[in-house]
C-alpha cells in the first residue's frame, strides 16, 4: 500500500525505518494511555497533559473521605469513559495480531479497548475498571451494576458528561464530592475498589511472570503510547534490551526508555501504527 499523503515525509522515514527494524520479527507489544487519547480518553503524562496526583492504595483503604472522593469522580467520569470506543491504533494492532505479527499485548490501560478491538491475546497489567472488587471479602462484580447501585444512591449527583476532564481510570474533576454516598460490598459490606492497580500497590506476580514470557517468546518489542514514567511497564523494555532484542518506542515526546531503544518514533499512536499494520505482514511473510 502507498504511504498516507497525509503523513509528513520524515515520520513516513522513520516509520519505514521502524518496519525494516521489525519486520520478520513476532512481536510483544507494551502499550500505555497515549494509545486511547485519540478515543477521547486523556492521557497522563503526554506533552499537554495536565499535572496529576492519582489516589494511592493506602488513602484509597485507610480514608472514608477519600474513598468518597474517588467513587463520587469515578461515577461522572464513568458515564464518558463506558462509552469510548477503539480507535485507529487498537484496530492496527488487533490486524497485526490476526495476520500473525503481534503474538500478544501487554498493556499498562485499564479501558478495555484492545479487548474491544479484536485483539485476543492481552495482558491486563494493571487490570480493568470493568471489574469491582470487595476487599474484604473478594468478591467481584461488573462495574455496570456498580453504576446501577451508585445511581439509585445518588439520584441527583453528576448528570450528563459535559466539558468534564476526565482521566484515564475514569476519574473526573469535580468542583466537590460532598454528599455523596458510596456503596459497600451486597455480601458482607467490605469496602468495594475497582480491580486496578493502585500507585503504592503490587501487580500480580502471575500477570507479570505472563508479560515476560510473552517478550522472551518473541523476536522484538514493540512500545505504543507509553512514558515508560513508571517501573511497571519499564521492566519489560530492560528485559527487552538485556536480551538483545530489537525495541521500537512510538510514543508523542520523549520517554524513560528512549536509551534502550534501536529507534524511536515521535508521533501519534494511530497513524503510525495503521501504517506498520500495513507494512510489517508482508515483511513477516518474506523472513
Known amino acids: 500500500m502507498a504511504a498516507d499523503p497525509q503523513l509528513q515525509a520524515p515520520l513516513e522515514a522513520l516509520i519505514e525505518d521502524a518496519a525494516a527494524i521489525l519486520g520478520g520479527h513476532r512481536l510483544a507489544v507494551l502499550t500505555g494511555a497515549g494509545l486511547s487519547t485519540d478515543s477521547g480518553i486523556p492521557d497522563y503524562r503526554g506533552p499537554d497533559s495536565p499535572p496529576r496526583t492519582p489516589m494511592t492504595y493506602e488513602q484509597f483503604r485507610r480514608s472514608a473521605d477519600f474513598r468518597r472522593h474517588y467513587w463520587a469522580r469515578n461515577h461522572v467520569g464513568w458515564q464518558h469513559v463506558h462509552r469510548t470506543q477503539p ?124 508479560a515476560y514470557a510473552l517478550v522472551d517468546a518473541t523476536g522484538a518489542l514493540l512500545v505504543a503510547g507509553s512514558s515508560l514514567t513508571v517501573q511497571s511497564g519499564l521492566r519489560f523494555v530492560r528485559h527487552a534490551a538485556k536480551a538483545g532484542k530489537p525495541i521500537v518506542i512510538v510514543n508523542r515526546g520523549a520517554t524513560r526508555g528512549d536509551e534502550f531503544a534501536t529507534l524511536t518514533v515521535d508521533g501519534g499512536c494511530s497513524e503510525v501504527l495503521s501504517r506498520l499494520a500495513d507494512l510489517l505482514p508482508a515483511a513477516l511473510g518474506a523472513s
Open 87 to 210: 480507535n485507529d491504533g487498537h484496530r492496527a494492532l488487533a490486524r497485526l495480531e490476526r495476520d500473525g505479527v503481534v503474538a500478544g499485548l501487554i498493556t499498562q490501560n485499564v479501558d478495555r479497548l484492545h479487548s474491544r478491538a479484536g485483539s485476543s491475546r492481552v495482558i491486563d497489567l494493571h487490570g480493568t475498571y470493568a471489574t469491582v472488587v470487595c476487599l474484604d471479602c473478594g468478591e467481584r462484580i461488573t462495574r455496570e451494576a456498580l453504576a446501577e447501585r451508585l445511581s439509585v444512591l445518588n439520584p441527583d449527583f453528576g448528570g450528563e458528561v459535559r466539558d468534564i476532564e476526565v482521566a484515564p481510570d475514569a476519574d473526573a474533576v469535580l468542583a466537590t464530592t460532598a454528599g455523596f454516598r458510596v456503596a459497600d460490598c451486597a455480601s458482607c459490606g467490605g469496602i468495594l475498589k475497582p480491580d486496578i492497580v493502585y500507585f503504592g500497590e503490587n501487580v500480580p506476580r502471575l500477570r507479570v511472570d505472563e
